[in-house]
């Protein structure tokens, strides 16, 4: 069964906080690696791939752990913008295109 | 910034009605989706389509469901006999060729409410 699992939350924080949301997939065989980020009843809207090597933009950092099945997002210096739905996303190497999506962590930065 | 349209969006049907789900992609991409996301759930894979035909479709999409891209920009899911449990919200997505072909932009989607 592929799936995908995150702590539902959610994470309130205070502006310029750090937080960090995990991830765990099924399934050894998965290749491709996202988060993305969905607003209350909007679409998902991709923030970025996840790397083995890990990879930043601004501020936000993604980590990937391959041998543990592991996904971390990392944000620092929250804005009262990031609140959202944070989705992990795998692509276990079906179709183009065929994601699974978890459910998502809901952060919500207050002032 | 190029995006995804999709209409309407709102849908209210009568169960056993058929509904016709419309999405116009961005223009360069050559994949596109369907997802759907009931309230309160994961959003769910329905079915991808490349080069005029489907490439993999999943469980839920089964024969009540069928995609169609009738010209050069439209896309359609239709639902031949609508459910209440097909409620659900509906989004449209597609990807551009080449290497980031996996990156996914949905459409802002289309809420169907079956009664």
């Known amino acids: 069964r592929k799936e995908v699992e995150q702590d539902p939350g959610p994470f309130n924080v205070p502006e310029g906080a750090t937080v960090a949301f995990n991830c765990t997939y099924s399934?050894?065989?998965?290749?491709?690696f996202f988060w993305y980020r969905q607003d209350c009843r909007k679409e998902p809207k991709l923030l970025m791939s996840?790397?083995?090597s890990g990879n930043e933009d601004g501020r936000f950092t993604a980590q990937l752990n391959r041998a543990s099945q592991y996904i971390s997002l990392l944000i620092r210096d929250s804005k009262l913008s990031d609140s959202a739905t944070y989705l992990c996303?795998?692509?276990?190497?079906?179709?183009?295109?065929?994601?699974?999506f978890g459910k998502g962590t809901k952060l919500s930065v207050k002032p | 910034e190029p995006e995804v349209t999709q209409t309407p969006s709102h849908q209210v049907t009568q169960m056993g009605q058929e509904v016709i789900l419309r999405c116009v992609p961005i223009s360069n991409h050559l994949y596109f989706y369907w997802y759907r996301q009931i309230l309160g759930q994961k959003v769910e894979f329905l079915v991808s389509?490349?080069?005029?035909?489907?490439?993999?479709k999943s469980e839920i999409f089964d024969d009540q469901f069928s995609v169609e891209r009738p010209d050069g920009s439209n896309f359609t899911l239709k639902i031949r006999s609508t459910k209440l449990e097909d409620s659900a919200m509906y989004f449209c997505?597609?990807?551009?060729?080449?290497?980031?072909?996996?990156?996914?932009?949905f459409g802002s989607g289309t809420q169907l409410s079956v009664l």
């Open positions: 389509f490349y080069n005029n035909e489907i490439s993999e």
């Open positions: 399934n050894s065989a998965s290749q491709s």
């Open positions: 996840v790397y083995s």
């Open positions: 996303v795998v692509n276990y190497g079906g179709s183009q295109g065929n994601l699974i």
């Open positions: 997505a597609s990807s551009p060729p080449g290497r980031t072909n996996e990156k996914l932009f």
